[in-house]
């Protein structure tokens, strides 16, 4: 997990928020069904389109990329079940791979909520080691995030394994390398890999910084 900002509020929830709230609310209050194209509006190409830009096309919890073997789910951070209210909310939107979404799925804590990337700073709540991201010691919502999201299971571990295992020879090249010119190249390699738009940034920076005792 690393941190997110928010961008700017895509025109079509500025324009039409306020009149979507309204009509849904209408139906939380009387205590009828919810229509699903009322329910559902927030699903707009454009708002996907700039919760991918701010996620890096990640998932926000996992960091995984999704798009390419499953469809992103726009997720509540407050699940609209339980805060109706903020089903057209900007700040409460963001993007997470199924797996992800549906671990979550209505679980909210207001004393004991999930570590909120937009909000909150992962990297004082998590520390990579290897392959796992692991909660700090003593840290509530930390432990609630990784239990609940799984974010240790298996085929998450394989997949930060497979980029460790990709950056490692350009970690040694870098490390045995006398030229300062070709040096600086590579560094600017390592940067790349370490970016927030690839996958598992957290632990290939953690990674890089263990092998080589500095952060590039």
Known sequence: MIKLTKLKEPDILVNN??????????????G?????GIKDKYNQAEVKVTLKKETH???????SYISVVAPEHIEHYKP???????????????????????????NFDENCSVINPYTDEPED???????????????NRAQL??????LNRPELME???????????????YT??????????LKKNLEVEMSNDKPYTMCIKATVKSMINILI
């Open 32 to 36: 009828q069904k919810i229509p699903k």
């Open 125 to 139: 709540h998590f520390i990579s080691l290897g392959t796992m991201i692991c909660h700090k010691a003593g840290d």
């Open 17 to 30: 928020k306020t009149q979507w709230t309204s009509d849904l609310m209408s139906y939380v209050n009387n």
């Open 57 to 63: 096309s990640k998932c926000m919890y996992c960091e």
């Open 80 to 106: 609209k079940d339980q805060y109706p209210i903020l089903t057209f909310d900007w700040n409460n939107l963001g993007l997470a791979c199924p797996w992800c979404n549906i671990k979550k799925s209505d």
């Open 176 to 185: 045995k390398e006398m030229n300062p010119t070709l040096k600086n190249i």
């Open 145 to 150: 995030t990784e239990l609940l999201l799984e």
């Open 159 to 173: 997949s930060r394994k497979a980029r460790i295992d990709a950056i490692r020879p350009l970690i040694d090249q």
